[in-house]
T-cell receptor, first 109, second 110 residues
Framework: QKEVEQNSGPLSVPEGAIASLNCTYS??????FFWYRQYSGKSPELIMS????GDKEDGRFTAQLNKASQYVSLLIRDSQPSDSATYLC?????????FGAGTTVTVRA | SQTIHQWPATLVQPVGSPLSLECTVE??????LYWYRQAAGRGLQLLFY??????ISSEVPQNLSASRPQDRQFILSSKKLLLSDSGFYLC?????????FGQGTRLTVV
């Protein structure tokens, strides 16, 4: 079983809509959870960190964590063409940081 | 401010040649350091991580090795490259919990 799994996508949403990204992880002792955005040909950029159960909002982004279900999600509200990228879920236990395969999002103008 | 430098940006190497990629971090002490590889259209594969000088944890057995000769320097090496070593190599650093990436090296083995 993969350590971090994401909905495979690709995900296409119209401009202004909500994009919903999901991630599950296998290790119950995972401590920290992150979402990175990666534009084509570029390195990943950290956009959200979440450490405790519940929601965390930052601008148009909301991360949700449910440790009992081992589930992390990212909502992108009012999606813009500039949000078109691959979104990577990452899970950290101790020093080890593991990534999912990513979900590619395309926002249609 | 804290910055990470990774070079070169692109590299084309023949099969069987050696490899050395370097990553340095400025503005912080004793960071955790990571090497990842991303094959075309794929996710990030953790290769090595280090929590201190000389301390290297290997995640995937392969023909690559890593070293941390100084606190803020992390080196990825190979004695003989394979075609399958092609990919986007990313160095990341973590001062604590969050991790930040360098610009990456795109390696093509021919």
């Amino acid at each position: 079983q993969k350590e971090v799994e994401q909905n495979s996508g690709p995900l296409s949403v119209p401009e202004g809509a909500i994009a919903s990204l999901n991630c599950t992880y296998s290790d119950r002792v995972s401590q920290s959870f992150f979402w990175y955005r990666q534009y084509s040909g570029k390195s990943p950029e950290l956009i959200m960190s979440i450490y405790s159960n519940g929601d965390k909002e930052d601008g148009r982004f909301t991360a949700q964590l449910n440790k009992a279900s081992q589930y992390v999600s990212l909502l992108i509200r009012d999606s813009q063409p500039s949000d078109s990228a691959t979104y990577l879920c990452a899970v950290k236990y101790d020093y080890k940081l593991s990534f999912g395969a990513g979900t590619t999002v395309t926002v249609r103008a | 401010s804290q910055t990470i430098h990774q070079w070169p940006a692109t590299l084309v190497q023949p099969v069987g040649s050696p490899l050395s990629l370097e990553c340095t971090v400025e503005g912080t002490s004793n960071p955790n350091l990571y090497w990842y590889r991303q094959a075309a259209g794929r996710g990030l594969q953790l290769l090595f991580y280090s929590v201190g000088i000389g301390q290297i944890s290997s995640e995937v057995p392969q023909n690559l090795s890593a070293s941390r000769p100084q606190d803020r320097q992390f080196i990825l090496s190979s004695k003989k490259l394979l075609l399958s070593d092609s990919g986007f190599y990313l160095c990341a650093w973590s001062p604590g919990t969050e991790a930040f990436f360098g610009q990456g090296t795109r390696l093509t083995v021919v």
